[in-house]
């Protein structure tokens, strides 16, 4: 399996201008620039794709973890917050990554949620190529 990130720019860093895509097009031409992505105007951003990338990896490997200890969740709800800023080097720098998660799992005690939720955390494939701590609250819905 290959995924494909596209993206197209126009200009110098600061005043131009792009599109982010991915291959199957469930994300198509989302324009992004500098001010989108560090200044919080309208657009998009990479940062935003490796979020949501995250939250869904999270989801997978949150429900994988349930299914070895024989519990299916009903629902899992998860958001990932990314902050952009910059390194001590002055460079953009990814700064952290929080999960926050919900999840509704039928007959599933607090202790055996929270090491599943753990282990997605620091195991889902994206976190894994992370190289930061990753916050996370996750929550068992009764």
Known sequence: MKATGLSNW??????????????????????????????????????ELLATAQAGCFNQALANNFGMIGFEAESIKTSVEVELGYGDDGHPAIKSSFVTCEARVPGISQERFDYCAERARTTCTIAVILKLDIGMKATLVA
């Open 10 to 47: 126009k200009g110098n860093w600061k005043q131009g201008s792009g599109t982010l895509s991915t291959g199957t097009d469930m994300f198509k031409d989302k324009p992004y620039s500098f001010s989108s992505r560090f200044e919080g105007t309208p657009g998009g951003s990479p940062e």
